[in-house]
């Protein structure tokens, strides 16, 4: 671990740098032709809100959609794979209720208990993209 660590028991802490970082949104790559598969799923499945698009950037096609403060913008890719390892981990306050609502949709859920202080499961879009959902443990220590 090097000076700029942090402790596996302090994953959810802060670490101000005075430059106010913060996420705006993740981009996740998918096939031309995919919106309205990929709306299904992001809008119908999660629940999530379609966000209309500059139409500048409309023209490119994709979707952006967004649930409370995570914003996720769908953008197409010609030569599209979906990633085997790269994903966003986004955070939710009902796992369970999710997990079931995925399962109930088709969606397979892969738990993993590898995450220290968390619970968390992978599933996958429509597109094949690789999706970490995940919550603070309250019966973990120091929680």
Known sequence: ?????????????RCPTGSGFGLHHVQLAIPPGSEDACRAFYVGVLGMTE?????????RGGL????????IHLGVEEDFRPARKAHPGIRVTDLDGLAERLTAAGVEVTWDGAFPGHRRFYAHDNCGNRLEFLQPDASAPNR
């Open 51 to 59: 966000l209309a698009k500059p139409p500048v950037l409309a023209a």
């Open 64 to 71: 952006w959609v967004r649930a409370d403060d995570l914003e």
């Open 1 to 13: 671990m090097s000076e700029h660590s942090t402790p596996e028991q302090d994953y959810d802490r």
